[in-house]
DNA sequence: CTGTCAAGAGGAAACGTTTACTTGACTTGT
DNA sequence: ACAAGTCAAGTAAACGTTTCCTCTTGACAG
């Protein structure tokens, strides 16, 4: 920048005003600026700049999610982009492996580049390490779940309601005997999840079968087959993961089962409608729930100082067939 | 900071020794630094730090893919993550939507925060305008597309072998009749693809027919549906990208011909062995591409100054059934 | 003419760090 | 006991910008 202001004749302050598209310059001096900057390659350090600038910004936000390789989150990842693109803004993503310490180190690495703000879906339980760069001015925002310790804006599924419609849904085609297959049960998806399945039993008079309810299995092929060879085993099942529903498609297709057991899943994934019969699926909108998350965040940095805000998106039913077959395989 | 050295009672050169781990300070200096730092909450700010650093390294590296929630750039953004992480590097990832103007600002936005490195799956059909940015120091590696007009390390999949092993592996079924549906023809993946489809052919003395070549069509549903209706439609179909595939597959099984028509893809998609039959495809490795452009660019990063590298990694075969259909449709 | 004002430009301080250089107190070898 | 060397700590300049403040110039009103 001293080198422009050399070779344009001009002095500091003057290449700062041309290259920010400052207000009072002579055009002349400008285009010689413009010159001088094209001549030599100038390359604006941004990362200098708002180390001085007024407002500080950065002008790049930090996501922090499970895994930026899982559909799931990359569909957040992109909603989030979405929005932030519009505002010039960068994203920085990093994958926490669901490791509460693997998260906090992300956090902090990002902090000390001085994002903007925070996305992140929590896998730590605690996240009251946040407050003083929140205090600092960090904008902050939870995705997908909410985050323990702290008060701050959150944008979940609506996953209680979903998974009550999704039973509901299977409620009404006559099942009475519905398992319940769910993630680990410290992840509060997976609870609200089930707190929606005991629900729509309840809303129906069905009573719950410990037998029928699973969380937190680790290898959910083996769990579904399984509970398929139960002397009485379940009509139907609700998986309420989408790795727990593929590995339940296997087990159920290769005990040759499709057309004898019902199956809603919840979370959309792909190939669903090809499959047979097709895959009934209580459906999210991940790149929704990024877009929402990215507006608060940008909202808290356009001054918004009220109470925290908590979005709640519906699901999407999509019957495929494989939620609308009958006890005992009758469509 | 300067708060910290105060509350300590030390000199701003003794705090940031300490806190960069410096070599020799007293212990109980070094105590006493630790303790103003947590009562004031001091955060460390990286850019200022590598503002003025010898070494100047922002600890970032830049990702530039078509589209971050595409299922194989997200695996090699995961692959990215895996390797930088060792080295506490992170990693800014943006979608060019395979747009060269998106993709420009893209990288002016991140050479403007003086990312280390940048790693692009390159949209753009000219990429000079980053030679300055190399010359300043910029490593850059280029992967799944090489680039243009620029002389760089880039890291590919083996298309053309790939496909040439996925349609001879259709015509040691006995097929002869083999379409083949690919991207845009600017693609260099697509043209590498068809390259292998060709050279297949050739070497089992097939004889190529027009008709069966089709590429960069919007419609691909549409397109396998006309061909598997023509007069002498083909008994074998080769997709050679994943959602052309994916397409494929519902024309396909919507037509019930999923057990006359052989159907090899390349790229792995999920549910692709619960379809029947499985889907026989032709997998790449994403997160190992994603590793060794990674690889390839700290190598840069810590000196490497010689010619660019060119890797090819290989594909391997998943036979599921839809490849191993003789024509006709016997097994 | 003088005085007021606005616009345009420059000088220098500041942002939060690191680091080259300096200082001072010890240690060590003779 | 003294020169030389070592080590720990401090001072101040520097990194590449922006911005506050001042200065000059010219226009215009009284």
Redesign the interface.
């Given at each position: 920048m001293k080198q422009v202001a050399a070779v344009a004749g001009v002095s500091l302050a003057t290449v700062s005003r041309v290259v920010n598209g400052g207000p009072s310059v002579r055009p002349d001096l400008a285009a010689r600026v413009r010159d001088a900057v094209d001549l030599l390659?100038y390359?604006?350090?941004?990362?200098?700049s708002?180390?001085r600038r007024a407002d500080r910004l950065?002008a790049?936000i930090g996501l922090i999610f499970e895994?930026?390789?899982?559909?799931f989150f990359?569909?957040v990842?992109?909603g989030v982009?979405d929005v932030a693109?519009g505002r010039?803004v960068?994203?920085?993503?990093?994958?926490s492996d669901e490791l509460p310490e693997r998260e906090r180190e992300l956090a902090e690495?990002?902090?000390?580049?001085?994002v903007d703000g925070l996305i992140i879906a929590p896998a730590a339980t605690d996240h009251s390490y946040l407050q003083?760069?929140r205090a600092?001015g960090l904008a902050l925002v939870f995705v997908d779940r909410p985050a323990s310790f702290i008060d701050a804006d959150v944008v979940l599924t609506d996953n209680a309601g979903g998974a009550r419609e999704a039973v509901s849904h299977l409620i009404a085609h006559g099942h009475k005997r519905i398992a319940f297959l769910g993630d680990r049960p410290e992840l509060h998806t997976a609870t609200e999840r089930l707190r929606g399945y005991r629900d729509a039993l309840a809303r129906h008079g069905i009573r719950e079968e410990v037998m029928l309810i699973r969380s937190g299995h680790d290898r959910p092929y083996d769990l579904v087959e399984e509970l398929l060879r139960l002397d009485d085993p379940p009509t139907a099942l609700f998986t309420s993961q989408n790795l727990i529903t593929?590995a339940a498609?296997?087990a159920i297709?290769d005990l040759r089962l499709q057309r004898k057991v019902a199956h809603v899943g919840f979370d959309d994934?792909?190939?669903?409608?090809?499959?047979?019969p097709g895959l009934t699926v209580m459906a999210q909108d991940p790149?929704a729930l990024g877009r929402s998350a990215a507006e608060l965040l940008f909202s808290r940095l356009d001054g918004y100082d009220g109470p925290s805000r908590r979005i709640v998106l519906p699901t999407t039913l999509i019957e495929r067939g494989s939620g609308e077959l009958a006890p005992g395989g009758r469509r």
């Open positions: 390659g390359r604006h350090n941004h990362t200098a708002s180390l950065s790049s895994d930026v390789a899982n559909p990359s569909a990842h992109r982009e693109r010039g960068l994203t920085l993503a990093g994958s690495s990002l902090t000390a580049r001085r003083r760069d600092a593929i498609v296997h297709h994934v792909a190939l669903a409608d090809v499959v047979e790149r």
